[in-house]
């Protein structure tokens, strides 16, 4: 039987992924020389081995092996390998967390009910570091009435390095390369990542460990079927390859690993709203639903997809005639 778990983290979680294939060519040659380099964030953490001292992997590496080849077979073990693929992803791909600011405050911008009185939001700017120059702000959505409440954490943009799996195939269907994304957001991702820029098959993780860290806990990943940001079939393989965490738990992995494609394209809209409250009544209320959420649109779907979307939206009106003087 699976540990009682405690707390509940729902994510949503948009993968970053395809955008034109017409890009040119020179977009991805090498960083862009105009670019700033990012420090390195100093961390009493060592460091860990550059492009050169590591291996080739051709398969996407596996979550329950840790890196001296022992295998995960239990709970207990999980916690030392779930600790070693943090350190791993801090230090090649999102950057290791700086220390605590210490000055964080917070001031309110915007208070209002909505929902037809039923939700309160909050917006809220924390100002943070040297002079508190530095801004971030918030949503905060919480019913009117009531509480507490379990706590959904939607981050506006993909998690860092949330790219097509650098592993997969050339398809068809195409996305965004590591490469491409590091020349277009450099600063999302940690600075050692920018050695990978071309041996992306000595990476020593994949986008699959974001998920199976979440492991016992409910996750459903949130997509489109005409989003030309994301690549289904590296969604697909980052859910197939992070199943074997949660199976470590005894969880129901197509229950707890979720995922649900709505008919929109790179968005966030109601139908996403309506699967993620589906998905969390039936995790914390036990609350039954029609809905799947283990199933991926086939191939033929996908390529019907755009045209059907095409057809719903509502004709254009009509340019207003005006007769000549």
């Known amino acids: 039987m699976p540990p009682p778990i405690r707390s509940f ?8 992924a395809p955008v034109a294939l017409a890009q040119s060519a020179a977009l991805v040659d090498g960083p862009d020389p105009r670019e ?62 700086p220390p605590p600011p210490g000055n964080v405050t917070g001031r309110g911008l915007k208070s209002e009910t909505v929902a037809a009185g039923t939700v309160h939001y909050r917006l809220v700017q924390l100002s943070f570091g040297p002079a508190e120059k530095l801004h971030l702000d918030i949503g905060i959505f919480t019913p009117a009435q009531g509480g507490p409440f379990p706590a959904i954490i939607s981050p506006a943009r993909s998690p ?66 005409t989003d030309t940001i994301s690549l289904p079939e590296a969604v697909r393989q980052s859910v197939l390859a992070a199943k074997p965490a949660y199976a470590l738990f005894g969880a129901n992995t197509p229950d707890r690993l979720g995922v649900n494609y709505a008919k929109h394209g790179h968005a966030f809209t109601a139908d996403d709203w309506t699967a993620m409250m ?48």
């Not at 699959?208 to 806990?217: D, I, K, Q, T």
């Not at 914390?284 to 199933?295: A, I, M, P, S």
């Open 9 to 16: 983290l729902l994510l949503c979680f948009v993968w970053a």
């Open 36 to 97: 700033i380099p990012l420090p390195s964030i100093k961390s009493a953490q060592p460091s860990l081995p550059g492009v050169a001292a590591l291996p080739v992997r051709a398969e996407m590496p596996a979550v329950l092996t840790m890196n001296d080849g022992t295998k995960i077979t239990t709970p207990t073990q999980w916690k030392l390998r779930r600790e070693e693929m943090k350190r791993t992803l801090e230090y090649y791909a999102v950057g290791r967390m």
């Open 160 to 225: 860092p390095g949330a790219t097509l799996l650098p592993r997969l195939p050339a398809r068809p269907r195409q996305s965004e390369t590591l490469d491409v994304m590091q020349k277009k957001y450099p600063n999302w991702f940690s600075p050692h990542l920018h050695e990978f820029w071309g041996p992306r098959e000595k990476l020593p993780f994949d986008q699959h460990w974001f998920l199976a860290l979440c492991a016992p806990r409910p996750f459903i990943t949130l997509e489109g079927d």
């Open 278 to 325: 589906d998905f969390a009544d039936h995790h914390l209320l036990n609350k039954k639903t029609d809905r799947r959420f283990d199933r991926f649109p086939t191939e033929a779907e996908l390529d019907a997809a755009p045209a059907a979307a095409r057809a719903a939206r509502p004709a254009p009106a009509a340019a207003k005639q005006f007769p000549l003087p």
